[in-house]
């Protein structure tokens, strides 16, 4: 296994599984310190979340529900899960009090991101007070790479082909951020 040690003797062994060592923990994911990744590559896409089944009665869903295109919902699980984690980190707590459900329309007529109907698509609300959104609306937009967001009105972004709804301080959204993330076809 060390043969190249005949052929550079100054190497030690030591050295060899000293550098093995910090390899391995520089490219180890730290779940709580982690950077924005518009392409998703987070070990664990439910960040460690309960998983179990949405409810089908109207209720909001606090699990997060395994389904739709390829099983994570066209890959966007992570994508809009990752604003949950980052959340908690900020916080201190885990604010995620919504995901799947079997609603289908959002209040102005389209098809919610939350909805188990839409298959490509992952809707995330953060509860939260207004001044706590405040901060964490600044937080979160920081993280995303997008800080001049605050809030007031719908923030649509698109990056590597995933559309970012992002919704605080607008009607029906003054106690919870809403992040909604969709594969765009």
């Known amino acids: 296994m060390f043969s190249f040690l005949n052929k550079y ?22 779940i709580n310190n982690f950077k924005f990744d518009a392409k ?22 606090r699990l997060v529900t ?26 201190g ?8 459900r079997d609603w289908l329309l959002t209040a102005s007529g389209n098809i919610s991101d939350h909805s188990t109907t839409n298959k490509i698509a992952y809707g995330i609300d953060l509860a939260c007070d ?21 809030g007031g009105k719908w923030h649509n972004v698109v990056k590597d082909g995933y559309r ?8 029906g959204h003054f106690n919870h951020i809403h992040v909604g993330v969709k594969k765009v076809v």
Do not use: C
């Open 130 to 150: 207004v001044p706590t959104g405040d901060k964490l609306i600044a937080h979160l937009m920081q993280w995303f790479d997008n800080d001049s967001y605050r």
């Open 9 to 30: 003797p100054y190497i030690s062994v030591t050295s060899i599984l000293l550098l093995i060592i910090l390899t391995s923990k520089k490219n180890k994911f730290d």
């Open 93 to 100: 707590r885990n604010v995620l009090t919504s995901q799947k």
């Open 164 to 171: 970012y709804n992002i919704g605080w301080r607008v009607p």
């Open 40 to 61: 998703g590559n987070y070990p664990d896409q439910t960040f460690g979340y309960p998983v179990g089944e949405y409810p089908t009665n109207g209720k909001n869903s």
């Open 66 to 91: 395994i389904g739709g295109e390829g099983n994570n919902w066209g890959n966007t699980t992570g994508k809009a899960l990752a604003f949950a984690k980052q959340s908690e980190i900020f916080l």
